[in-house]
């Protein structure tokens, strides 16, 4: 989806509220944890994208933040703008800022959940009570960054009774395609236990595991720049 943006001398937001149709691969709605740790940085461009998709009543509902912000702008800030857009919008929200540079955003019955951070700050999503169903990443620079992705799951035994916790991270290379990541994610999630499914090469879905136990709860961490994450509710 093209975007009109247009940007003023220090600051242009795009907001978005709009109507969307049920997503591809979203089968739950989950109370979501957006995490965003630190401030917007120099290096790149200190450009901000973030976009949720929620319902309000029965319809799937998109709040973006989108623009240009001044290097040293906190997670905090920016959590507490898109809890007001949010609220705006119909969504029923629940904001955390007990750090200076840190701010947490509890979202109930979310689908769907987009970064993109060049700059920072840092940024973690949960999906607290729900599956990750797809994680898509794309390069949104001609020359993506380096780093890692980190992916955090609780899973239980086919009784229910016992639960314990699975990880995966792998580096990000320096230039290299969304296929290329998520390639190197479903190698390293096979080997680790799961069953994984590449719909598309540059998407990955942690699915099943050989041990029969089931992804209760999951949450993503991308520190690389120059990259869109998405990840839908399973």
Request: net charge neutral; proline share 6%.
């Amino acid at each position: 989806m093209k975007r009109a943006l247009t940007l003023a001398l220090v600051c242009s937001l795009a907001m978005g509220a709009m109507p969307t149709p049920a997503l591809e691969g979203a089968s739950g709605l989950a109370l979501c944890q957006l995490s965003l740790d630190g401030v917007v940085g120099e290096r790149t461009h200190p450009w901000v994208s973030i976009s949720v998709t929620h319902r309000v009543e029965q319809e799937l509902v998109e709040t973006s933040l989108i623009g240009q912000f001044k290097p040293g702008t906190t997670g905090a800030s920016l959590a507490t703008l898109l809890a007001k857009r949010l609220k705006e919008h119909g969504a029923r929200v629940t904001e955390s800022t007990a750090l200076d540079k840190t701010g947490d955003l509890f979202i109930e019955d979310v689908t769907s959940v987009r970064v993109d951070l060049p700059a920072g700050p840092g940024a973690s999503v949960t999906f607290c009570d729900r599956p990750l169903g797809m994680l898509s990443l794309r390069p949104t620079s001609p020359t993506p960054g380096a780093g890692r992705l980190e992916f955090y799951g609780v899973v239980s035994d086919v009784s229910g009774r016992h639960r314990s916790m699975e990880s995966l991270e792998i580096p990000v290379i320096d230039g290299e395609s969304g296929h290329d990541v998520c390639k190197r994610l479903f190698d390293r999630s096979l080997e680790a236990g799961w069953l994984p499914v590449r719909e598309k090469t540059d998407r990955w879905s942690p699915s099943r595991r050989t041990d029969s136990r089931k992804l209760l709860s999951s949450e993503v961490k991308l520190s690389a720049s120059g990259w869109e994450l998405e990840l839908r509710v399973g």
